[in-house]
């Protein structure tokens, strides 16, 4: 098993969890001076908890070094957060004053952009099957950018914008046959998903030239996204290279200039001791070099770049927190696996069912004298493939009533949350050393049962009076 056997199981790896997170002397969990016993009595459980200070840091930080290494090449970086990843007002205020823009895909994350106070001008918007509301309210609102994914869409935009008086500043998404994950990066001429337009078929270059032909379209240039949880820059520098070739070859037909390229998001986080990712510092350093030089290779101009991180911005800022209920010691035949069954599961954090994750897990409200046995963290639902930490050391006196807290929770999980079984799904609370409170409050029964009428109906009869 690639698990490592603990030192000290009750102390925290570090690198695991947000920076404001510590263990007191008597092994309760604490975020920014707040002791977790104290927040579940008062918030209840099972929760997700933003450390709002290491959520900030860490978009100023992505701000700061892509801006610092750009700068040194030549050109200049921006960064739109990926709201999917976790988004609600008052994220979406913290990271816009850190500097950052913010990308959505649907009407709802547009609402909630435009409900933060933020300057449309840094709001994107994606999707590979924009409604006509969602491109409407893009353009009354005046949105920065509109990232057109098919042939489909280009007089759709630029329809709407006519009707409108105005242009539509687009990019558009290009599939470059680069597909990242993790360390391993396949570069491939093909690409068989539903996403942008492939470079290889000569459909991208269509696009760009229909773009171009469109005078109500402001065409900023193309965007390319290719993966996540990439932790090396191999990927980027495929996509980078074709991208940037691409582009000269546009530049050249028409005679004109793209102002901007975006290579997406996908930067990795480290949910265990097995990832290593790379500081926001080094990666910026590796990517404005090799925008660089695909640009002098390509015989062009250095465009603006700009990137979407989702997950490396807030996947550490949070954890779940989750009271215990059950203890049980299962014999698997190759021996005894003890599952450890909290008050939430899927329906908060699904990505271990989903995607195979792994996460990390601690003994959040109390240290512990005994000895650390591998337990298996399940949730409450019924799926055995309801599993929320497949393996992590926690002392074997784990008991009901007892904490755990899991961390690295911050992207894809509550976004991704479901009433499976019913289950409300849990807040997030937002906290700071002076300030806490709901960042986003947790769903009641009566939330749950406000979109279940027990079916009237109506009769034909009723219709037609109407
Ligand atoms: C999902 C997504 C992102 C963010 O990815 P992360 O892995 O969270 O950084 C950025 N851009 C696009 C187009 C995406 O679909």
């Known amino acids: 098993m690639w698990l490592p056997h603990p030192e000290d199981v009750n102390a925290l790896m570090q690198s695991l969890w947000a920076r404001n997170v510590a263990k007191a002397d008597d092994g309760v ?76 895909c649907s009407l ?73 994950h993790t360390h391993d990066f396949i570069a491939t001429a093909h690409e068989d998903q ?10 991208a270059r269509e696009a760009a030239d229909r773009i171009v032909a469109a005078p109500e379209l402001e065409f900023l240039g193309l965007h390319s996204h290719i993966g ?92 779940t927190v989750y009271r215990v209920g059950t203890v049980k010691p299962v014999d698997t035949g190759a021996g005894i696996r003890t599952y450890v069954s909290v008050d939430g599961g899927m329906s908060d954090n699904v990505r271990t069912a989903l995607y195979d994750a792994d996460y990390s897990c601690t003994l959040a409200n109390r240290g512990s004298e005994a000895p650390p046995v591998v337990v298996r963290v399940v949730g409450k639902h019924c799926e055995s493939g309801d599993i929320v930490v497949r393996d992590e050391y926690l002392p074997t006196d784990v008991t009901p009533g007892d904490l755990v807290a899991v961390p690295d929770t911050g992207a894809y999980c509550r976004p991704l949350a479901s009433n499976y079984n019913h289950l409300p799904r849990p807040g997030v609370l937002a906290v700071e050393a002076e300030r806490v409170g709901w960042a986003v409050r947790p769903e009641t029964y009566t939330d749950l049962f406000a979109t279940d009428p027990a079916f009237a109906g109506t009769t034909a009869a009723d219709t037609d009076a109407h």
């Open 194 to 203: 539903k996403f942008g337009l492939s470079l290889q078929s000569g459909a």
């Open 228 to 319: 996540s949880q990439i932790f090396d820059k191999a990927g980027f520098e495929a996509a980078a290279g074709r991208v940037v070739g691409l582009r000269a070859e546009i530049e050249r037909a028409h005679g004109i200039t793209l102002p901007e390229i975006d290579l997406g998001g996908g930067f990795g986080i480290r949910y265990t001791s097995q990832d290593t990712p790379i500081a926001f510092a080094d990666m910026a350093d590796q990517l404005a070099d090799v925008v660089a030089k695909a640009c002098a290779d390509a015989g062009s101009s250095l465009p603006v770049v700009s990137f979407e991180p989702g997950r490396a911005i807030v996947g550490p800022a949070m954890f």
């Open 29 to 104: 969990l604490t975020v920014a001076g707040h002791r977790i016993t104290d927040l579940v009595d008062e918030f209840g459980s099972p929760a997700f908890v933003l450390d709002v200070d290491d959520l900030r840091s860490r978009a100023r930080e992505f701000v700061t070094e892509f801006s610092r290494a750009f700068d040194r090449v030549g050109t200049t970086a921006r960064a739109y957060y990926a709201g999917k990843a976790f988004l609600c007002t008052a994220v979406a205020r913290w990271v816009a004053d850190e500097g950052m823009g913010l990308d959505t």
């Open 108 to 180: 709802g994350e547009l609402m909630v952009a435009q409900r933060a106070g933020l300057d449309p001008a840094v709001v994107g918007l994606h999707g590979n099957n924009k409604s006509d509301e969602e491109i409407a309210f893009a353009l009354d609102w005046g949105i920065g950018r509109i990232v057109v994914d098919s042939l489909d869409e280009i007089p759709r935009v630029a329809a709407a914008a006519a009707a409108r008086g105005t242009t539509a500043r687009v990019m558009l998404r290009v599939t470059v046959g680069v597909e990242a």
